[in-house]
């Protein structure tokens, strides 16, 4: 497997993986669960990286054992996503997490509705 060099391979990735769907999370591109709106991989706010949406153990797991691809900023403490670095050494752990991930989202009920919507 190539690396994941930019967004859009990312994306292309994930697509792949059984009902996930292109949309939005905050006004930004997301790749969702289709069944139940669930967002498991995001834009985020940092260059050369995306967010996953992963749970706690899972999360602090990657920080610690390959914190070159797996990290945070203060914006993501406490949050259940880590931020990943395209230019990982290892696309097929990258893979392997976004598969995970969408798993965890595709378990999950769907999101309560925001006030206003």
Same mark, same amino acid.
């Given at each position: 497997?190539?690396?994941?060099?930019?967004?859009?391979?990312?994306?292309?990735?994930?697509?792949?993986?059984?009902?996930?769907?292109?949309?939005?999370?905050?006004?930004?591109?997301?790749?969702?669960?289709?069944?139940?709106?669930?967002? /498991?991989?995001?834009?985020?706010?940092?260059?050369?990286? /995306?967010?996953?949406?992963?749970?706690?153990?899972?999360?602090?797991?990657?920080?610690?054992?390959?914190?070159?691809?797996?990290?945070?900023?203060?914006?993501?403490?406490?949050?259940?996503?880590?931020?990943?670095? /395209?230019?990982?050494?290892?696309?097929?752990?990258?893979?392997?997490?976004?598969?995970?991930?969408?798993?965890?989202?595709?378990?999950?009920?769907?999101?309560?509705?925001?006030?206003?919507?």
């Amino acid at each position: 497997m190539t690396k994941f060099g930019s967004w859009e391979e990312v994306v292309a990735f994930a697509l792949t993986l059984p009902g996930t769907e292109l949309s939005t999370s905050w006004g930004s591109p997301a790749v969702k669960v289709a069944a139940n709106g669930r967002a /498991f991989l995001y834009t985020g706010r940092e260059p050369d990286s /995306f967010v996953l949406a992963i749970d706690q153990d899972s999360k602090l797991i990657l920080l610690e054992t390959d914190p070159d691809t797996y990290w945070q900023t203060p914006h993501y403490e406490g949050w259940d996503g880590v931020l990943v670095r /395209f230019a990982s050494d290892d696309p097929e752990r990258v893979a392997s997490m976004i598969e995970r991930a969408r798993d965890e989202a595709a378990a999950k009920k769907p999101p309560r509705a925001r006030k206003g919507k």
